[in-house]
């Protein structure tokens, strides 16, 4: 394998999300019938990665029990002493310091593999030491602040909390999302402090390092601010889940299929639906079903695990689980069996 093609993943799922106030990790509160997680391994997994390296600490069996389907190395922060601190705890399971390391959050479940992927061809194209994402937003509170030159060049990454009152108004956010040389990142993330407001090591401080060093910064703008916002509370969940499923639905209307009030419609990644089915509004189909074309499924419906034959009318608010019915069904509103 060339050093060009060598590309090491790092995705950070150690942290507990304390405003999620929940027990449970936060990369494994669900969004769109799966673990967020889930969703940021499957964004990363048309580039090939060499290596899929995901970093646990809170409730780490867990994480690991959740991603067994998946192929991924683990590494463990002990401590929750910064997000550089994270990536170093990746380093073992590097074998090569040749080539690239993208880094992301695992509470990204927006974000889009041809996004991640037109960064990469970037940071190659340019040979940077160190592309990070950017975006845009009217609100930037939260956010690390993205310093520029009066050319665009980044200088600096300032996190919220040490903002002063004039970086307080730039509107260009960190994303949480770099490419970095290998070689060039581990050798500098040992060198950062913890002088800031959380003592901690800031992963964003190596962007610092490497414009005092004069080597190749560069920012990826990603147009599409909705993609990259992390999910950190369960407003923020259940509009992720929202963004999902109407990506979904709109793949399946441009395949063929009528839906009426689109908003209100659920269909999980893995059913199956043929065109020329009309969905109406408020139905849920759920788990792996399979719909053939020219059914019609009534208002309020919940299928879970259903096999529809051809031509089949299922009435509204009937609530349908783990069976197959042949062509030209009709089953009559309110039904609870098949």
């Given at each position: 394998?060339?050093?060009?093609?060598t590309?090491?993943?790092?995705?950070?799922?150690?942290?507990?999300?304390?405003?999620?106030?929940?027990?449970?990790?936060?990369?494994?509160h669900?969004?769109?019938?799966?673990?967020?997680?889930?969703?940021?391994?499957?964004?990363?997994?048309?580039?090939?990665?060499?290596?899929?390296?995901?970093?646990?600490?809170h409730?780490?069996?867990?994480v690991?029990?959740?991603?067994?389907?998946?192929?991924?190395?683990?590494?463990?922060?002990?401590?929750?002493?910064?997000?550089?601190?994270?990536?170093?705890?990746?380093?073992?399971?590097?074998?090569?310091?040749?080539?690239?390391?993208?880094?992301?959050?695992?509470?990204?479940?927006?974000?889009?593999?041809?996004?991640?992927?037109?960064?990469?061809?970037?940071?190659?194209?340019?040979?940077?030491?160190?592309?990070?994402?950017?975006?845009?937003?009217?609100?930037?509170?939260?956010?690390?602040?993205?310093?520029?030159?009066?050319?665009?060049?980044?200088?600096?990454?300032?996190?919220?909390?040490?903002?002063?009152?004039?970086?307080?108004?730039?509107?260009?956010?960190?994303?949480?999302?770099y490419?970095?040389?290998?070689?060039?990142?581990f050798?500098h993330?040992?060198?950062?402090?913890?002088?800031?407001?959380?003592?901690?090591?800031?992963?964003?401080?190596?962007?610092?390092?490497?414009?005092?060093?004069?080597?190749?910064?560069?920012?990826f703008?990603?147009?599409?601010p909705g993609?990259?916002?992390g999910?950190?509370?369960?407003?923020?969940?259940?509009q992720?889940?929202?963004?999902l499923?109407?990506?979904?639905?709109?793949?399946?209307?441009?395949?063929g299929?009528?839906?009426?009030?689109?908003?209100?419609?659920?269909?999980?990644?893995?059913?199956?639906?043929?065109?020329?089915?009309?969905?109406?509004p408020?139905?849920?189909?759920?788990?792996?079903s399979?719909?053939?074309?020219?059914?019609?499924?009534?208002?309020g419906?919940?299928?879970?695990?259903?096999?529809?034959?051809?031509?089949?009318?299922i009435?509204?608010?009937?609530?349908?689980?783990?069976c197959?019915?042949?062509?030209?069904?009709?089953?009559d509103?309110?039904?609870?069996?098949?």
């Open positions: 394998m060339s050093v060009d093609s590309l090491y993943l790092v995705i950070l799922a150690a942290g507990k999300g304390t405003r999620m106030k929940s027990d449970k990790a936060k990369v494994l669900e969004v769109f019938y799966a673990p967020m997680i889930h969703h940021v391994l499957d964004a990363v997994s048309p580039m090939q990665p060499t290596k899929s390296i995901v970093v646990v600490g409730q780490g069996d867990a690991r029990k959740s991603l067994a389907a998946y192929t991924v190395d683990f590494a463990v922060q002990e401590e929750q002493l910064g997000t550089g601190h994270a990536v170093l705890c990746a380093e073992p399971a590097i074998d090569t310091l040749d080539g690239c390391v993208m880094i992301l959050c695992g509470d990204t479940p927006l974000i889009r593999p041809e996004t991640l992927q037109a960064m990469l061809r970037q940071h190659r194209a340019q040979n940077a030491t160190l592309t990070v994402m950017t975006t845009i937003l009217d609100d930037p509170t939260h956010y690390g602040r993205i310093i520029s030159s009066d050319e665009g060049t980044v200088l600096a990454i300032v996190e919220e909390k040490d903002t002063d009152s004039e970086q307080k108004k730039i509107r260009e956010i960190n994303a949480g999302i490419c970095i040389k290998t070689k060039f990142l050798a993330l040992k060198n950062i402090g913890t002088d800031n407001s959380q003592s901690e090591v800031y992963l964003t401080d190596i962007v610092t390092q490497a414009v005092q060093e004069n080597l190749i910064v560069h920012k703008i990603n147009p599409a993609d990259v916002l999910v950190n509370s369960r407003l923020e969940l259940s992720a889940h929202h963004e499923q109407l990506r979904r639905n709109r793949e399946l209307m441009a395949s299929i009528t839906m009426i009030n689109p908003e209100t419609i659920q269909v999980s990644p893995k059913s199956f639906i043929a065109k020329d089915v009309t969905l109406h408020g139905i849920e189909i759920k788990g792996t399979s719909i053939s074309s020219g059914c019609d499924i009534e208002a419906a919940l299928l879970n695990n259903v096999t529809l034959g051809r031509n089949c009318r009435g509204a608010y009937s609530c349908l689980e783990e197959d019915l042949p062509d030209n069904t009709s089953i509103p309110h039904s609870h069996t098949c």
